[in-house]
């Protein structure tokens, strides 16, 4: 099992910044992708940020521009640096990550979700 422990989030005004963090623990043989997704209320869940092991990244078009994934590899941790934040980006954020286990299965867990508000 791997655990993903989120934390960063909280109410920030428009034109602000925050950065989220996500730390994996557990039995990890090879984190091949960590990220982040976020679900606004009413709305599906969709993909922020990723970065994989080799550090190739892919942003939602909503983001780029504004947004900075990384990642410590020897942590296993993902951050995502969020600039001139908006009100539209008022969501539940969560982690992601896909694990790689020796037996050649990748595993996909979600963290628990962090709040994001955006708001005057």
């Known amino acids: 099992q791997v655990q993903l422990v989120e934390s960063g989030g909280g109410l920030v005004q428009p034109g602000g910044s925050l950065r989220l963090s996500c730390a994996a623990s557990?039995?990890?043989?090879?984190?091949?992708?960590m990220g982040w997704y976020r679900q606004a209320p009413g709305k599906q869940r969709e993909l922020v940020s990723v970065?994989?092991?080799?550090?190739?990244?892919n942003y939602a078009d909503s983001v780029k521009g504004r947004s900075t994934i990384s990642r410590d590899n020897a942590k296993n941790t993902v951050y995502l640096q969020m600039n001139n934040l908006k009100p539209e980006d008022t969501a539940v954020y969560y982690c992601?990550?896909?694990?790689?286990?020796?037996?050649?299965?990748?595993?996909?867990?979600w963290g628990q979700g962090t709040q994001v508000t955006v708001s005057s």
């Open positions: 992601n990550t896909r694990v790689a286990t020796t037996r050649g299965v990748e595993v996909v867990y």
């Open positions: 557990g039995s990890i043989f090879r984190i091949n992708v």
């Open positions: 970065i994989t092991n080799g550090g190739s990244t």
